[in-house]
């Protein structure tokens, strides 16, 4: 009986240990975010935005099989249930697609004031901030800066076009690039520009990172990749150099590959949402993540871009992401039809 008596004792006090602990942890604020950015960059942000805030974030990261897509599918499906305040992500036209699917809560963001208008969603339901370049590495031991194309118009013309590269634009930002020019030059123009790279024998590749190591092993003499690809590489091999195409006066600037970050319809914590992304857009933020090497370019003025691309003004192109997303397809379309044997 005495035993007996112990157990009912032992259980009430763990069951009111319990009951404690579950009443502090409902009393913390909490913000809950989904990200497809590397967990060695956003972890970093996270924890400065706890000390900072004195709200716990709880992230869920991507899986690097199913990069952007995993995150994407889940916020779907728990539309009707959701469970993630916040979806940070490191490209820009997943997070669109999931804008048209009725995903995401307008939020009025004062930080956002500060964004070039093409990185600020009109209707409220996305915000980018900076991002990747498109931009032409090339061999310094192979070709000059002044004997490389200086727009895109002119690559599809340049002498050394059998010796330039570019990725599969089917896929991954030279996909997102595809569908930049067809929002800026019109579907049937673009179509024709990409007919003559492929008619001039223009090498495509598997992706970014095989173009910059082609060039880098002077299999290619220049090639289109990002700015990750392009600065990681440059750092290994003093020959290599980039050019940012289009910064005429008259020209459409380079393409910039945004982050964004949107708040999921229905967040359990819409307050704290708020405040993280004020957080995450901020000047200070973007300066971290340029520093960290997460992105290279920023979109706030004062921002200083990565180390490698020194203080000069980058002209970015000036284009609407929701034409891009729906110009995607179609594009999609065109390229296979092109490239793709």
């Known amino acids: 009986m005495v035993i007996k008596k112990q157990w009912i004792a032992l259980i009430l006090i763990f069951a009111l240990t319990v009951s404690l602990f579950s009443g502090c ?13 590397d967990q060695v960059y956003s972890e970093k942000i996270f924890q400065q935005f706890e000390q900072a805030s004195g709200i716990d974030v709880q992230p869920v990261y991507d899986i690097e099989a199913a990069k952007t897509v995993g995150l994407a599918n889940k916020i ?16 820009i036209l997943q997070t669109i697609s999931l804008a048209e699917q009725g995903a995401f809560e307008k939020a009025d963001i004062a930080a956002a004031n500060d964004l070039p208008s093409s990185f600020v969603d009109s209707n409220g339901y996305w ?17 000059s800066a002044e004997d490389c194309p200086q727009t895109m118009a002119e690559l599809s013309t340049s002498p050394y076009i059998k010796q330039c590269g570019i990725a599969n634009p089917v896929f991954g930002t030279a996909s997102t690039h595809a569908a930049a020019l067809y929002a800026y030059w019109g579907a049937e123009e673009a179509k024709e520009y990409f007919t003559a790279l492929k008619t001039a024998g223009i090498s495509v590749l598997e992706g970014n990172s095989v173009v910059k190591d082609y060039v880098s092993q002077k299999k290619l003499v220049m090639g289109l990749t990002d700015t990750d690809d392009a600065l990681s590489e440059m750092a ?34 819409p307050t704290e949402a708020d405040a993280f992304m004020e957080f995450l857009l901020s000047a200070a933020t973007e300066q971290q993540l340029i520093d ?11 921002v200083t871009p990565a180390a490698q691309i020194g ?31």
């Open 292 to 302: 960290d090497g997460w992105i290279q370019l920023p979109a706030h003025a004062g």
């Open 25 to 37: 942890k409902s009393g913390k604020k909490t913000v809950v975010i989904y990200t497809s950015v």
């Open 127 to 143: 915000y980018g901030f900076g991002g990747r370049a498109r931009v032409l590495i090339f061999n310094t031991s192979m070709i």
């Open 311 to 341: 203080t000069k003004t980058i002209q970015f192109m000036d284009i609407d992401f929701n034409k891009v997303y729906d110009l995607m397809e179609t594009s999609k379309e065109d390229m296979t039809d092109i490239f793709v044997q």
């Open 236 to 269: 290994e091999n003093k020959e290599l150099d980039i050019l940012f195409l289009d910064q005429g006066t008259e020209d459409m600037g380079t393409m910039i590959v945004p982050n964004t970050v949107a708040q999921i319809k229905g967040a359990p914590h």
């Open 76 to 91: 779907l499906a728990e539309k009707d249930n959701p469970q993630a305040d916040l979806f940070w992500n490191g490209e």
